[in-house]
C-alpha cells in the first residue's frame, strides 16, 4: 500500500526557514512526481513546486521561485521541501502528495503544520 | 498569473444533483489541461476523486462523474449523499506548472 508520511509540526520565527520530509512506502518512488501543496488557515489548496525523483530538476510555481527548493533521496524514498524566509503569512498546513503511474496527485500525506510566529 | 475559478459555494439537496465548474483564465478548459478533482473534508487532507477530466479512482462513488462542459471541467454529484458536504477543488496543468481551483463548499441541506 503506498503511503506518504510527513515529519511532524514546526514553529518558525520570521525570518527563519523550514526543511519538511515527506517519506513514501509502496509503490515506484523514483519514477513518479511527488508535489508539495499548501493551505493556509481557512484558505483553498496551493500548489508550491514537484519532481520527479529520477530526474532530480523541480518544478516551482511563480510566487515561490527562489524561496522554495524541493529535493528528494532515493536511498531513503523521501522527498524535502525547504521553504526561506519566513513570514507570517506562511503559517499553512503544507501537504505532499504523489502521482501514480496514471493520475496526479493520487496519494497525500498527512500533512505537517507550520506556524511561523515571533 | 493564471486564475482558476470555481464557485464559492452551492447548496443541494439529499437525494439531489449538483454541478461543480472549474474555468480558467486562459480560455477554455480542454482534456489538455487534465483536468483533476478532489475532495476535503474538514480536518482531513484532500483526497483524489476524479483525473484526466473523467477517470474515477478504486474509491470514487459511482455518483461522481468528470466531463468537459462549456468550457469547463465540470464534476456532477448524482444522488448527493449526507457526506459528500464538503470542500471540492479542481486542479489544471499548465504544462509543467499546475493550479487549484479556489475550492466549491457544498452543503447538502
Known amino acids: 500500500q503506498v503511503q506518504l508520511v510527513q515529519s511532524g509540526a514546526e514553529v518558525k520565527r520570521p525570518g527563519s526557514s523550514v526543511k519538511l520530509s515527506c517519506k513514501a512506502s509502496g509503490g515506484t518512488f523514483s519514477s513518479n512526481a511527488i508535489s508539495w501543496v499548501r493551505q493556509a488557515p481557512g484558505q483553498g489548496l496551493e500548489w508550491m513546486g514537484g519532481?520527479?525523483?529520477?530526474?532530480?530538476?523541480?518544478n516551482y510555481a511563480q510566487k515561490f521561485q527562489g524561496r522554495v527548493t524541493i529535493t528528494t533521496d532515493e536511498s531513503t524514498t523521501t522527498a524535502y521541501m525547504e521553504l526561506t524566509s519566513l513570514i507570517s503569512e506562511d503559517t499553512a498546513v503544507y501537504y505532499c502528495?504523489?502521482?501514480?503511474?496514471?493520475?496526479?496527485?493520487?496519494?497525500w500525506g498527512q500533512g505537517t503544520v507550520v506556524t511561523v510566529a515571533s | 498569473q493564471t486564475v482558476v475559478t470555481q464557485e464559492p459555494s452551492l447548496t443541494v439537496s439529499p437525494g439531489g444533483t449538483v454541478t461543480l465548474t472549474c474555468a480558467s483564465s486562459t480560455g477554455a478548459v480542454t482534456s489538455g489541461y487534465y483536468p483533476n478533482w478532489f475532495q476535503q473534508k474538514p480536518g482531513q487532507a484532500p483526497r483524489a476523486l476524479i483525473y484526466?477530466?473523467?477517470n474515477k479512482h478504486s474509491w470514487t462513488p459511482a455518483r461522481f462523474s468528470g466531463s468537459l462542459l462549456g468550457g469547463k471541467a465540470a464534476l456532477t454529484l448524482s444522488g448527493v449523499q449526507p457526506e459528500d458536504e464538503a470542500d471540492y477543488y479542481c486542479l489544471l496543468y499548465y504544462g509543467g506548472a499546475l493550479v487549484f481551483g479556489g475550492g466549491t463548499k457544498l452543503t447538502v441541506l
Open positions: 502528495a504523489r502521482d501514480s503511474d496514471v493520475s496526479a496527485f493520487e496519494i
Open positions: 484526466s477530466t473523467s
Open positions: 519532481i520527479i525523483p529520477m530526474f532530480g530538476t523541480a
